[in-house]
């Protein structure tokens, strides 16, 4: 099983990212999928999280009307949209299967 995350990067307060994972050695569709950061000095907070068909969503508060998750079960990927992005949304965001594992991370950073 294996996870690759993209797309993170540095942005501006109020800007937007997109982060994409893909997902291999296993079927992709038969597993809910989840997004979960890790801020520097903190532990992992859960942001969101996907069914199997993706007709399912859920948000922690602290991102909800800002984020969306969303996946492609054709392509084994699944997304975060990221918009209004704030200083406090800084991490490493992972993707995560629903009984692991993680991915890598990819550094999201949001200052002026």
């Known amino acids: 099983v294996r996870l690759v995350e993209s797309g993170g990067g540095l942005v501006q307060p109020g800007g937007s990212l997109r982060l994409s994972c893909v997902g291999s050695g296993y079927k992709f569709g038969n597993h809910y999928m989840a997004w979960v950061r890790q801020a520097p000095g903190k532990g992992p907070e859960w942001v969101s999280d996907?069914?199997?068909?993706?007709?399912?969503?859920y948000y922690s508060d602290s991102v909800k009307g800002r984020f969306t998750i969303s996946r492609d079960n054709s392509k084994n990927m699944v997304y975060l949209q990221m918009n209004d992005l704030k200083p406090e949304d800084t991490a490493v965001y992972y993707c995560?299967?629903?009984?692991?594992?993680w991915g890598q991370g990819t550094q999201v950073t949001v200052s002026s």
């Open positions: 996907i069914n199997y068909s993706g007709t399912a969503t």
């Open positions: 995560a299967k629903d009984d692991g594992p």
